[in-house]
Each structure stands twice: as structure tokens, then as C-alpha cells.
């Protein structure tokens, strides 16, 4: 069973920073992508970052240039390193493993950590 734990989130003022870190289990996560995703009220959830099993990343244009997504396979451990925070950043963060499972993919989500951004 895939479980994910998300932790590091809070209030921050703006320009501020915050580490977000995500705790996997239950997979071979080494060959799993993993992403991290936020949905702010009133919103959809949208990607943030994202990093396939051979560390190649991939960020959404909002966020390229503050934040850093990470990954330590030895502790089955995901990271998000986030920067200058703004308020537009305010959001609930999930953190998402992609997985084959055959025949398909399967996507599998944390609980959810809240991140807030005063101005």
C-alpha cells in the first residue's frame, strides 16, 4: 500500500522561504516519479514540480527560479525547496507519486500540507 506524508508546511511571510518534504512507503519508489502539486480555494489543483526516477525536473512557469524539487532515494524521501514566497503561492501542497501498476498508471497523493503566504 502507497502512503505518502507530507510535512514542512506553515506561515511565512512574503519573500520568506519554507521546505516542504514528503515521505514515501509502500513502493519501489527509486523508480517512481514523484511531484509535488498545490490547490489553492477555489481552485484546481495544479503541478508545481515534478522529478521522474532519474532526477530530471520539470516546474510550472510560476515557480521556475524559486523553487527546487529534490529527491533522496537511499531515505524514500521528495523535497521542495521554495523561495521568495508570494501570496499567490498560498495554497494546500500534495505531494504525488506516478507509478505503473500494470496494466496502467496510477496516481497516488499525501494528505496534504498547507502553506500561507502573508503579504
Known amino acids: 500500500q502507497v502512503q505518502l506524508v507530507e510535512s514542512g508546511g506553515g506561515l511565512v511571510q512574503t519573500g520568506g522561504s519554507l521546505r516542504l518534504s514528503c515521505a514515501a512507503s509502500?513502493?519501489?519508489?527509486?523508480?517512481?516519479?514523484m511531484g509535488w502539486y498545490r490547490q489553492a480555494p477555489g481552485k484546481q489543483r495544479e503541478m508545481v514540480a515534478s522529478i521522474t526516477s532519474r532526477g530530471f525536473t520539470t516546474y510550472a512557469d510560476s515557480v521556475k527560479g524559486r523553487f527546487t524539487i529534490s529527491r533522496d532515494n537511499a531515505k524514500n524521501m521528495v523535497y521542495l525547496q521554495m523561495n521568495n514566497l508570494k501570496p499567490e503561492d498560498t495554497a494546500v501542497y500534495y505531494c504525488n507519486e506516478r507509478l505503473f501498476e500494470y496494466p496502467k498508471m496510477n496516481n497516488y497523493w499525501g494528505q496534504g500540507t498547507q502553506v500561507t503566504v502573508s503579504s
Open positions: 509502500g513502493s519501489i519508489f527509486s523508480l517512481d516519479a
